[in-house]
């Protein structure tokens, strides 16, 4: 772990209320831990931006699997992505409806791509991609 450096920042008095009021929602402990967070925030969806950068991400669909056919398009979809998909649950949420989420890796285009195929399938309800970090390129 690299040396702890110290650096002051001046903002409106409007501002750091504003900033102290999300802390305090939060629980952060300290201003610097919510500082810190903002920052890998902003670096992760900077790394993404990077088409060869390597991502972990989770898709959520939400569906009902009466829809005509919907369910065999999302397989078949998922197994042409079978390299990127990690694991799929699926969650029976009533009688019609169903939640699926998806955990992908890999090269964070083709994650983006696989999420817009999935979530643009017709009949999925909403859907949604978490993208994140495996880690590596963040302290
Ligand atoms: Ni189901």
């Known amino acids: 772990m690299s040396k702890i450096e110290r650096f002051s920042v001046s903002l409106e008095g409007e501002l750091l209320k504003a900033f102290d009021d999300y802390i305090d929602h939060m629980g952060y402990a300290s201003r610097s831990e919510a ?12 790394h993404w931006q990077d088409p060869k950068a390597e ?21 078949e979809l998922q197994h042409r992505f079978f390299k990127e998909i990690v694991s799929t649950t699926h969650i029976h949420l009533d009688r019609h409806n169903c939640l699926e989420v998806i955990i992908v890796r890999g090269r964070a285009s083709k994650l983006q791509k696989i999420a817009d195929l999935l979530i643009s399938t017709k009949g999925v309800k909403h859907g949604r991609l978490l993208s994140t970090t495996t880690g590596k390129e963040i302290r």
């Open 55 to 75: 991502g972990v991400g989770v898709v959520t669909l939400v569906y009902d699997h009466h829809r005509r056919d919907l369910p065999e398009k999302l397989t």
């Open 35 to 46: 500082v810190r967070d903002l920052i890998r925030n902003k670096l992760v969806v900077r």
